[in-house]
Every structure is written in structure tokens, then in C-alpha cells.
């Protein structure tokens, strides 16, 4: 009998494929074969999944042998420039801590207004328009880009540049040749605008970095670049997934949609979000790693040199965490959730994120009151393609 590969396919566009739901019930933790014969250890449940992304003794180095990469694209990613997500300590604390204060949650909140601004921009421009709108290249896409570019401080005419490219470097079925040529085109562009804010720095990202720790020495430029390329691509991909995705959930619980109208309740919306975040979970190939020592995880035993996929998007649900895990409730506080990863690597800008989604939901609902599907859900095209789960478009009318 011929075993399926991890990722399995979804049966529900709005759940994980149930095969590694079921997986998640089973007394034994199983080892699944990925697209290069590997066959790493995949967790399933809460408890396993944040000791594997909190345990040292699991690498995050994508260049060690067994590492289980998740696709051909992101083995010929491995001998490029190391960003955060594949460090390990001591490199890896080092260098977050030169960028921690540009993530704090008072810095997030300080970008409110500029992200309350700019998604009143998109929803203008659609409410100017015909009544019928792709909430992802008219809202999700143009929102997540210009508050990340704002961000790191690049100029609004290279915006759709830096989209095209990073949709190219997160396509799994592209090639490897056309997606290396992608980043490499990214690398390049980031690396020429951190030598421009040496001459003339700026008040943003790439300008403080400059003055405070290139300049020092203690940051080199390609490293500088390389950590704007990670937050260009991470910071907007994941960010506008999660604005159009969590739209389509959200039209699916008219109520739901509703109670984000008001002013009345900021925390309502703040538990929307956590709970979107959680149900979704738009990681859909789980965090990966490899044991550089014997770990136990729970009853299983992890030898050094075995990899191991940590299935966020099912422990996301597990009962024993979440009692309900498979409803979208966000009257039952999802705090703790994985969504954002867990550890050392947990996401940096998540408080951002957080602001942009919060933003986004309530303008949306606040301004499009009677926002409804242009077509049948079924003829919806879903992210089952890409590294990042969501909707390639999402037709909507009012």
C-alpha cells in the first residue's frame, strides 16, 4: 500500500486534512514520508508540539543532514544567508535581541493610526468603485504590503515588485530555479537599500538598524538585508492570508461579523482575532527541525539526527488545550495558541500583525455591513499550493 505523503489533502477548506487529525488520537506518534523520502516524527498534539519548538536540543538549522525540508524550493533556500528562523543559539538570541525593541507591543500600538489609515485607504477606493471587489488584490494584499514596507522603509513605487517576487519564492510547486532567482532578485534590491540609508538613514527599520548596529559593527549589511527580506516576506504573505481568510470565516458566522461593527467592546475584537488566528492556523506544513540529541517528547523517544514536523494547525486544536478546538468560538479565549509559533523563534511581528488584523476585521465590518460572497464558496480557489495557507482571490459584493 502506497503511504501519503505529509502534507495530506484538506477534506474542509477551513480544517486540516483529517488523516492528520486523526493522527493526533492515535497512542503512537508517527513517522511520515515528505516529498524527499525522509521520514520525520510528526507531533500533533499541543503539549509535544511546544516542547519541540522550545527544546534546544531540536535545530532549526535547515543546512543539517535529515533536516526535513518541507519542499525542493526550500532545500535550495539552505545555503543562503541564515535569517532568524534557522538559527540557532548563540547566533540566534544575539541577533534578536538588536531587533527586539522595534517589536514591542507599545511599538505596534504607536503604528495604529498609519494602519487604521491605510486600510480606510483600500476600502475608500472599493466603496468608490463598483459594487464588487477581490478583498485580496483590492484590501488583504495592498494593506499587509504598505504597512510592512512603511515599515522597513521602502518607497511605495517598488511595492509590487517586492509582491510578485515574494509570491514567486512561496509558490511549493515552482521551480527551484525561478524561485532562487527570486530571492536573489529581493537580496540584491534590500542590500542596495540598506548601502542608500548608510549615505542617508531615515526614520524607519532599515535606517535605525543602520546608525545603531551596522555602523558599530555590530551587524553586517547582508545580514541587515537578509532580516528585511524576512520581514518583507513573512511580515506581508502571512499577514494578508490572514486578513482574506479570516473574512471568508468571518461571513460564514454573520453574528460574529456583526459584534465587530461597535466601538463598545475592544477586547470582543481582540478575542476575534486570537480566535481566528488559532482556527485557521494559515501554517499548513508545520514548523520543522531536527534533534541534535536523544529527546524525549512525551512517551517517544527522538534520536539525534531524526527530524521532526511540529503540526501547529492540528494542535491548534487539540481538546486537551482547546476544549472545543474544532469550533470557531471566540467567546472561549484562545490565548496560547501556536499560531505564531512557540520558543526561542515565536514570530517577532505578531504584535503587528495582530493591530493590522484587528483594524482590517473591524473597518470591514463597520463600513461593509451587508459584505457578502460574489460566488459559491465552492468555486473558491484555496492556498493548498503554497507554503502559507489562504485564497489565491476572494470575489466579494454589497
Known sequence: MTEVLYPMARQCPFAPPEEVTRLRDEPEVPRVPIWNGVRPWLFTRYEDARLVLSDPRFSADKSRPGY??????????????????IMDNPEHDALRRLVLGEFTVRRAESWRPAVRSVVAGCLDRMLDGPRRADLVTDLALPVALSVICEFLGVPLADRELFRSLTHTMNAVAGTTGTAAAARQELQDYLESLVAAREKDPGDDFIGRMVVRHVGTGAMSRRTLSAMALLLLTAGHDTTANMVSLGILTLLRYPGRFAALRGHEDPRQLADTVEELLRHLTIVQRGIRRIATEDVEVGDRLVKAGQGVIAAINVANRDPSRFPSGEDFDPDVRAHGHLAFGYGPHQCLGQSLAKVELQETYHAVAHRLPELRLAVPVEEI???SDMAVYGVHELPVTW
Do not use: N
Not at 532545500?75 to 532568524?84: D, G, I
Open 381 to 383: 480557489r484555496f492556498k
Open 68 to 85: 526535513p525540508l518541507s519542499s525542493a524550493v526550500a532545500a535550495a533556500e539552505t545555503a543562503v544567508e541564515p535569517t532568524l528562523l
